[in-house]
């Protein structure tokens, strides 16, 4: 992964990237690759990254690509937090008309 990413640019985030393996937000682009390395190989700490999101007011969560095994953890880690699945094109036409879960967006 470090060499995959030797030769890209990542730029600060223009909204906040909780790093799995922190379970943090990160900013600094050198701290965003050294932990996309981490993850590979460290251990995610999934339920502590959604607590923390959770404990800052996220409430709706996006599971994008196949599956929807962390959209279903989602429900479990934070009281009424919503999770949802976007995994085919139906998924994201759905989306992007703003409607999900029966709610509108």
Avoid: C
Avoid at 36 to 49: A, H, K, M, N, Y
Avoid at 61 to 81: C, H, M, N, P, Q
Wanted: glycine residues 10%; aromatic residues 4%.
């Amino acid at each position: 992964m470090a060499e995959a990413l030797a030769n890209v640019t990542v730029r600060p985030p223009a909204v906040p990237v909780v790093a799995n393996v922190v379970a943090r937000p990160v900013a600094d682009p050198a701290d965003i690759v050294r932990r996309l390395v981490e993850q590979v190989t460290g251990t995610v700490r999934w339920r502590d990254s959604v607590a923390y999101m959770a404990a800052q007011g996220v409430t709706a969560f996006y599971e994008v690509g196949t599956g929807k095994v962390l959209s279903g953890l989602v429900k479990r880690i934070a009281d009424g937090a919503i999770g949802v699945a976007i995994g085919s094109p139906d998924d994201v036409a759905t989306y992007r008309a703003g409607r999900h879960a029966g709610q509108r967006i």
